[in-house]
Nanobody
Framework: QLQAFGGGLVQTGGSLRLSCSAS????????MGWFRQAPGKQREFVAT????????YYADSVKGRFTISRDNAKNTVYLQMDSLKPEDTAVYYC?????????????????????WGQGTLVTVSS
């Protein structure tokens, strides 16, 4: 099970760091992803990382502002969010990409991931 935390209220231009801790699985085996869902909108891809953190991909809307990283020793993946905008307001979720599944070109699809846990709310005020 995955648990995201670290959300909160921040002003435009501010920063937050989200964390996602994993239990019950060999964390280092999994590619990990961050997604978000704003009220009335579909869940959308934010960022993903491979097992080591050496390969990462981002949605165009967050590229250059957000950074995904992981610490396999702590079974934790992070999302550093800088230069936040009101349109970043959403519930943020982390999830795991199944081992052995094709990742490239599939990673933005939230339906490919599992282990969804409770998200964390990020609110950016203007």
């Amino acid at each position: 099970q995955l648990q995201a935390f670290g959300g909160g209220l921040v002003q435009t231009g501010g920063s937050l760091r989200l964390s996602c801790s994993a239990s019950g699985r060999t964390f280092s085996n999994y590619r990990m992803g961050w997604f978000r869902q704003a009220p009335g909108k579909q869940r959308e891809f934010v960022a993903t990382t491979n097992w080591s953190g050496g390969t990462t991909y981002y949605a165009d809307s967050v590229k250059g502002r957000f950074t995904i990283s992981r610490d396999n020793a702590k079974n934790t993946v992070y999302l550093q969010m800088d230069s936040l905008k009101p349109e970043d307001t959403a519930v943020y979720y982390c999830a795991a990409y199944p081992v052995g599944s094709t990742w490239y070109n599939e990673y933005p699809k939230w339906t490919r991931y599992n282990g969804w846990g409770q998200g964390t709310l990020v609110t950016v005020s203007s």
